[in-house]
């Protein structure tokens, strides 16, 4: 089926759908740190950049937040507010949410790779490391959260 660009495979379920969509962000951003690493040791990039990192690393802590922590509630209440009225929700309408929710919640795993890269302080690298470990910790589509989202919000089968 089709919904905007968000294909269900009949033959698939929808927390087999959402693992292979978690699974396709996340896996480049992990894998991109072994380049980082290489390249950051070889000395082959550079750190310097016309921004002092006084002002890019903050900002990208907040970015980071911002994605993983405040994107997904705000998207989540939006996607409340459209369905309130609604006696069942179908299953496509929650596959759809589910997967910008998990898009949006990986984001800060390719943030990761900038902060090591740039060499940010401690403080900012671990602060955007562990939301983005939050993040795909969180929204990781499990069949309990998954299920438990489905009772929540009405889906019918």
């Not at 006696?87 to 984001?107: D, G, Q, T």
């Not at 943030?111 to 562990?130: C, E, M, P, R």
């Amino acid at each position: 089926m089709d919904l905007g660009g968000f294909l269900i495979d009949p033959g698939c379920s929808m927390i087999a759908e959402l693992k292979k969509t978690y699974w396709r962000i996340l896996f480049p951003a992990v894998c991109a740190l072994f380049p980082a690493y290489l390249l950051k040791k070889s000395d082959l990039v550079s750190a310097e950049t016309g921004i002092p990192l006084t002002v890019m690393a903050p900002f990208f802590f907040v970015i980071t937040v911002f994605f993983a922590v405040a994107l997904p509630v705000f998207t989540r209440s939006i996607f409340v507010h459209k369905i309130k009225d609604d006696k069942n929700v179908s299953k496509n309408i929650l596959y759809k949410f589910e997967k910008i929710l998990i898009i949006f919640a990986l984001l800060p795993s390719y943030i990761v790779i900038v902060a090591y890269i740039f060499a940010f302080s401690n403080f900012y690298f671990t602060g955007i490391v562990l939301v983005a470990l939050y993040s795909a910790y969180y929204f990781y589509p499990s069949k309990q959260r998954i299920q438990f989202e489905k009772h929540l919000f009405r889906v019918q089968e």
